[in-house]
Structure formats: C-alpha cells, structure tokens
C-alpha cells in the first residue's frame, strides 16, 4: 500500500525537544519533495517546513526558524521533523507531505503551501507541548 507513515510526536515540554518521522510506504522518498504542515485547535492549517528532493534545500516558516530541523535520510526512506527549543505554541496535529515523483535533471524546490495539490498525506501524528 503506496502510503505516508508518520511516528513519534506526543508530549514536549516548553524548551524541549521532538523528533516527528515520515516513511514511505510502497514508494521511494528520494524522488519527492517533504513538506510539514500542522494544525492547531481552532485554527487553520500551516506550513512548517519543507525539503527538496532536487538538491536538499530547506525552507522554514518564520515560526519555527532556528529551532526546527527538517532532513532525510533516504537509505531508510525516512524523512524528519527534529524539534528543539519547544513552545506550547507549536502544539497540534502535525502532517507530512510528499510531492513528487520529481526527475533527477529538474530541479525543483520544494513547496510549503495550504493549497497545494500533495501526492499523499501523512495519517497526522498529535504534539503537545506542556508543563
């Protein structure tokens, strides 16, 4: 089953860290760009992070620049959400993404949008960030 598999996640303290994981299930993550989005009672859903499949490049939403870590290990078809530095804000539903397949000779950045049309969805993994 071609699928986004999400793990980790759950309850942070404020100052704290996460690590979320995305695996691919029935498909190869290296030829699609990740991107992270999560959703916060009440609220509407933002981007977080993303990164290219083309050349590793990164983007970070204003947020959570400098405390967020997106990478990819691809030999275990895994990407990551590391998060340091936890604020009770950053608690909600966190998604990943994943566009693609994208040919090795297009480069390609990646994209962090509400509105974009993602090739597959993670199930959504909760983070709760309290004392």
């Known amino acids: 089953q071609v699928q986004l598999v999400q793990s980790g996640g759950g309850l942070g303290q404020p100052g704290g860290s996460l690590r979320l994981s995305c695996a691919a299930s029935g498909f190869t993550l290296d030829n699609y760009s990740i991107s992270w989005f999560r959703q916060a009672p009440g609220k509407e859903r933002e981007g977080v992070a993303c990164?290219?499949?083309?050349?590793?490049?990164?983007y970070y939403a204003d947020s959570v620049k400098g405390r967020f870590t997106i990478s990819r290990d691809n030999a275990k078809n895994t990407v990551y959400l590391t998060m340091n530095s936890l604020k009770p804000e950053d608690t909600g539903v966190y998604y990943c993404?994943?566009?693609?397949?994208?040919?090795?000779?297009?480069?390609?950045?990646?994209?962090?949008?509400?509105?974009?049309?993602?090739?597959?969805w993670g199930q959504g993994t909760q983070v709760t960030v309290s004392s």
């Open positions: 990164i290219s499949s083309s050349d590793g490049s990164t």
């Open positions: 993404t994943a566009d693609g397949p994208i040919a090795r000779w297009v480069f390609r950045l990646c994209v962090l949008s509400e509105t974009y049309d993602y090739n597959y």
